[in-house]
Structure formats: C-alpha cells, structure tokens
C-alpha cells in the first residue's frame, strides 16, 4: 500500500484530466507512472504546502533538461528534441533520471513554486478589461495580484485574434505586435468588441516572489513550468519577455492580502481601479482570499472598484465583479480554458 495515497491520487487525477484537458500526452503518461511510484511520490511530496506536487516535480526535471542536464529523457520532450517523440515509453527515462538527480530536484520542489506566466489568458482579460473601461469612460489602473513576472500587465501591447469554427470573428491591436495572440470561441455567445484604444495609467503587479526576467535563471525556471508540448506558449513566452524590455512595468514584493490595501490608495482618483487575477488564487489561503475582498470593498466606499478574475480549476470561470459604496456585485462573463485557449462567453 502507498506511503502517499493523496498524492498518488493527484497524479492520477493529473493523468486522467488536467494533461489530457491541454493537450500533454507527455505529462499524461509521466503522471501515471508516477501515481504508482512511492519513490517518486515522495520527491513530490517536498513541495511547498498549497504547491501542485505534479507541476512541481515534472518543472523541476524540464528544467535541469534545459538546463543542458544530458539524458536519453530529453528526447521525449518537444522543446528540447522537436515534436515528433520516440515510440518507446517515457516513464522509465523519467524515474531513472529523478532517481539519478534525486537531490537536485529535491531542492528544486522544496524551494520553487509554481508562478505560470500564460500570456495567452491575455485573451480573455482583453474583452472584460473594454468592458470597464466604456463603464469607467477613464484609463485603466492595473493591479495583478499574482503577477509572477508581470507579462500580462502588457496586455495592450499584444495583438489577438478570435476565431470561431476556424474563421475570424475579432481582430484586435497593432499589425506590428510581438505577441500574437488567438482562442477559439465556443458556444453561441462572443465577447463585445473592445474599444480601439483602451488607455493604461498604470501597471503594478504584487507577488509573494515576482519573477525578474533579466535574470536568466528565472526566466528557465518560468520556461521549465511550460508543458513540453506547448511550443507556442515557449515561444509567446520570449517574445513577451522581450517586449517588457521597452515596455517596463513595476513589481512589488509583497503578500496581497496584506499589502493590497496599500496599493489601492496610491491610485490616482482618475484612473479606472483595477485589480485581477489569473489563476493565482488557489496559492492564497481561504483567510488571505477573504482579506483581499475585504480590502476591496473598503476602499470601494470611496471609489468605484472593479475586479477581474479568471479562477478556478479545469474550466475557470471569467468574471467582472463591481465594487461600490463597501459591497460588489459578480456578474459571470464566461468560462475558459485556463491557459486561453478558447472561451465560451455567456451572453449571445
């Protein structure tokens, strides 16, 4: 019997849903093989408390790959060796490589955590931050809670595209961007078109460890976190990380559901107060979640607030919720795939 029937019960949960729901045959079949492996459970089991023990372990080994750790394992990973895998199983490459590099990514699980950068969730923060701007009339105060390395702060950088049945319903930004960006619209309902120019005052993200990309060894940790099959996403990813370096925004170290407040009241009175988050708060304790909100409607007894929020597990639900007078109210815009692919928006 497991030493650890939680934790293999998450890596089979991982095998049977989250990998196959986007698109990782890769990590669908490591994460059988390591729902039955106590040797292997037990390397995951150093995480972090609240870190995903799969996307832990398997950022750890991506990234002593990329690091130009040499194994037969490499091949079995379309970043590193092109899309077309060999026949052979990975899994037993992948326990001999963890077992021959069990304390390096021992360290890695235990002092890392998992600080995603999808810049296409990009796509489905674009319609609902038109929607507040056209309410608000006024530009946009941008606060990311969660930011990671702050990517998505440039969301107005980015050119976007939605298709529909593979034909394009709304086109969106610069012909020159860096970063394009596409999802897939399902269900009868599209997003109403955002205003040609949506105006920033400001970018500011808050993370308990926000991501310095001028460092190299921070940008391979957000590289390694990248599912290897998910080529685009690597390269949206440097493309991203290139344009911040013309286009700066500002980082605070910080726990949100402390600090936030302080950040709230340094926004000018004429900008459009907004705060979102992207698949970030399953990291934040139920308290810490409880003094966020807390913290937003406060300050909403003097200004108007509004939050975005993409959240919540396999199909994350997409909402806009307006903060006056100390009370908000959540209207439910769509559901989406938690790295942007595509979006079902509610209202034909």
Same mark, same amino acid.
């Given at each position: 019997?497991?030493?650890?029937?939680?934790?293999?019960?998450?890596?089979?949960?991982?095998?049977?849903?989250?990998?196959?729901?986007?698109?990782?045959?890769?990590? &669908?079949?490591?994460?059988?093989?390591?729902?039955?492996?106590?040797?292997?459970?037990?390397?995951?089991?150093? @995480?972090?408390?609240? +870190?995903?023990?799969?996307?832990?372990?398997?950022?750890?080994?991506?990234?002593?790959?990329?690091?130009?750790?040499?194994?037969? =394992?490499?091949?079995?990973?379309?970043?590193?060796?092109?899309?077309?895998?060999?026949?052979?199983?990975?899994?037993?490459?992948? /326990?001999?490589?963890?077992?021959?590099? @069990?304390?390096?990514?021992?360290?890695?699980?235990?002092? /890392? @955590?998992? +600080?995603? +950068?999808?810049?296409? #969730?990009?796509?489905?923060?674009?319609? &609902?931050? $038109?929607?507040?701007? #056209?309410?608000?009339?006024?530009?946009? &105060?941008?606060?990311?809670? $969660?930011?990671?390395?702050? !990517?998505?702060?440039?969301?107005?950088?980015?050119?976007?595209?939605?298709?529909?049945?593979?034909?394009?319903? !709304?086109?969106? $930004?610069?012909?020159?961007? @860096?970063?394009?960006?596409?999802?897939?619209?399902?269900?009868?309902?599209?997003?109403?078109?955002?205003?040609?120019?949506?105006?920033?005052?400001?970018?500011?993200?808050?993370?308990?460890?926000?991501?310095?990309?001028?460092?190299?060894?921070?940008?391979?940790?957000?590289?390694?976190?990248?599912?290897?099959?998910?080529?685009?996403?690597?390269? +949206?990813?440097?493309? &991203?990380?290139?344009?911040?370096?013309?286009?700066?925004? #500002?980082?605070?170290?910080?726990?949100?559901?402390?600090? =936030?407040?302080?950040?709230?009241?340094?926004?000018?009175?004429?900008?459009? =107060?907004?705060?979102?988050?992207?698949?970030? =708060?399953?990291?934040?304790?139920?308290?810490?979640?409880? #003094?966020?909100?807390?913290?937003?409607?406060? /300050?909403?007894?003097?200004?108007?607030?509004? /939050?975005?929020?993409?959240?919540?597990?396999?199909?994350?639900?997409?909402?806009?919720?307006?903060?006056?007078?100390?009370? $908000?109210?959540?209207?439910?815009?769509?559901?989406?795939?938690?790295?942007?692919?595509?979006?079902?928006?509610?209202?034909?």
């Amino acid at each position: 019997m497991s030493r650890y029937p939680d934790l293999g019960a998450a890596f089979e949960q991982f095998a049977r849903v989250e990998a196959p729901d986007l698109d990782s045959p890769t990590y &669908a079949e490591l994460a059988a093989g390591v729902a039955g492996d106590d040797e292997l459970l037990a390397l995951a089991a150093r @995480r972090r408390q609240g +870190q995903p023990a799969p996307n832990m372990l398997f950022g750890a080994v991506q990234y002593l790959l990329l690091r130009g750790v040499e194994h037969p =394992l490499a091949a079995h990973y379309p970043i590193l060796a092109g899309p077309e895998p060999p026949p052979d199983s990975a899994f037993p490459l992948f /326990r001999a490589f963890c077992l021959e590099h @069990r304390e390096r990514i021992a360290e890695l699980v235990a002092t /890392r @955590r998992t +600080q995603t +950068q999808v810049v296409r #969730r990009c796509t489905c923060l674009l319609p &609902a931050f $038109g929607l507040v701007h #056209r309410e608000a009339g006024a530009p946009l &105060a941008l606060i990311d809670v $969660g930011a990671s390395a702050g !990517l998505n702060l440039n969301f107005d950088r980015y050119a976007y595209r939605y298709l529909r049945n593979g034909s394009e319903i !709304l086109r969106w $930004g610069s012909g020159v961007a @860096r970063v394009d960006l596409e999802a897939d619209l399902r269900g009868p309902g599209t997003p109403p078109e955002p205003p040609r120019e949506i105006p920033v005052a400001s970018r500011d993200g808050i993370d308990l460890n926000p991501i310095d990309l001028a460092d190299p060894d921070e940008l391979l940790w957000l590289r390694a976190l990248i599912w290897p099959e998910h080529l685009e996403r690597h390269a +949206q990813l440097m493309d &991203a990380a290139a344009e911040l370096k013309g286009s700066p925004i #500002r980082l605070h170290r910080g726990d949100a559901s402390r600090d =936030l407040p302080h950040m709230l009241k340094r926004v000018p009175d004429e900008a459009a =107060l907004v705060v979102y988050s992207t698949i970030a =708060l399953y990291q934040v304790p139920r308290e810490g979640r409880r #003094r966020i909100t807390e913290g937003l409607e406060i /300050r909403s007894l003097e200004r108007p607030v509004w /939050r975005v929020a993409l959240e919540g597990a396999h199909r994350p639900s997409l909402t806009l919720t307006r903060y006056r007078s100390g009370a $908000g109210e959540t209207e439910l815009l769509a559901r989406a795939s938690p790295h942007g692919w595509w979006i079902e928006w509610r209202n034909p």
